[in-house]
């Protein structure tokens, strides 16, 4: 069976996506074909910064499946770029140069093209302009998808928020039982799918220690509910007080920990992990992952960025 290629979308153009793209196949081999989508003109620009002497092949996207491909060269699709970055590293991003490369990455997986999807850092606030809460929800809108949701996974233990890149005031609004079913089931299927495990979910309470000081008590009255509905399907227990669920021998005994929102579970997680973790859209109809980091601007040309989740993402895809 011929290995499908994995499609990278370099995204932000001032990142440290292609310093760790460069560590990342300067230091693994791969078995799985590796195509970057980006501009010619910064790839060979950010090439020469980082004194990287592999050999460029451009690739004509209506003709890749009579092409052999290989990971002896870079393999690019070109998406040109007005403007790049120039010697101050000043850059006014263009939102239609990273929509465009996404919509290329989207073509090769509506064709069958591959299943294997990475995304460079992108900056959220400038490129989603308020439109979506993060790339998650804007690739699934692509792909019309509605249950999904954003897993941070390392093979020890994994997290997913159920709100995501919410003001912390927006967040109990969101909080409902269908909510929380729904990202029970879809974590469940995943797990099922590409681990063959039933996983052991924990889920968190949305208030300090589960407890309020008002009459309406949403750990009481929806996540509670939920869990009990849940638990006769699914091996989900809760909730648990987000101040103690991290400890060592609290999170040894789950696969997934479901927050209420993003920072709850994010950032204990990272604490513990820190690089060693890759976010994955769960929920479409294919592997969609991208390192567990930001475009780090202020790093960008530095060469002191941690290529480790970038790695990690492309070897949970190399083995599928």
Request: charged share 30%.
């Amino acid at each position: 069976m011929k290995i499908k290629p994995i499609i990278l979308v370099a995204g932000e153009p001032k990142s440290i996506f292609f310093e760790i793209f460069f560590k990342a196949i300067k230091k693994e081999k791969f078995k799985s074909p590796l195509i970057l989508i980006c501009c010619k003109k910064l790839l060979l620009q950010q090439m020469k910064n980082y004194n990287l002497k592999k050999t460029l092949k451009i690739i004509d996207i209506n003709k890749l499946k009579n092409i052999n491909i290989t990971n002896n060269f870079i393999n690019l699709i070109d998406v040109k770029l007005e403007k790049l970055p120039n010697h101050k590293h000043q850059y006014t991003l263009t939102q239609k140069y990273i929509d465009q490369s996404f919509k290329v990455a989207f073509r090769l997986i509506e064709n069958g093209f591959t299943d294997k999807f990475i995304n460079g850092p992108i900056n959220k606030k400038t490129f989603l302009n308020k439109k979506f809460n993060g790339i998650t929800e804007y690739i699934s809108k692509n792909f019309k998808k509605k249950k999904i949701g954003m897993l941070i996974y390392n093979k020890e233990l994994s997290v997913c928020p159920l709100t995501t890149h919410l003001p912390i005031k927006l967040v109990p609004k969101k909080i409902t039982k269908r909510l929380i079913d729904e990202k029970i089931e879809v974590i469940n299927l995943f797990f099922k799918t590409n681990f063959k495990i039933k996983p052991k979910i924990a889920v968190t309470g949305l208030n300090p220690h589960c407890e309020t000081i008002l009459k309406f008590n949403e750990d009481e009255d929806i996540v509670s509910k939920a869990i009990k509905k849940g638990s006769k399907k699914f091996n989900v227990k809760g909730p648990y007080s987000a101040d103690t669920i991290f400890l060592k021998e609290n999170r040894k005994k789950f696969d997934v920990i479901l927050g209420m929102y993003h920072d709850q579970v994010i950032g204990p997680f990272k604490t513990i992990f820190e690089y060693d973790a890759i976010n994955i859209t769960m929920g479409l109809p294919f592997l969609r992952i991208s390192p567990d980091h930001g475009p780090n601007q202020k790093m960008f040309g530095k060469n002191k960025s941690n290529p480790l989740s970038l790695i990690k993402a492309l070897k949970f895809l190399d083995k599928r």
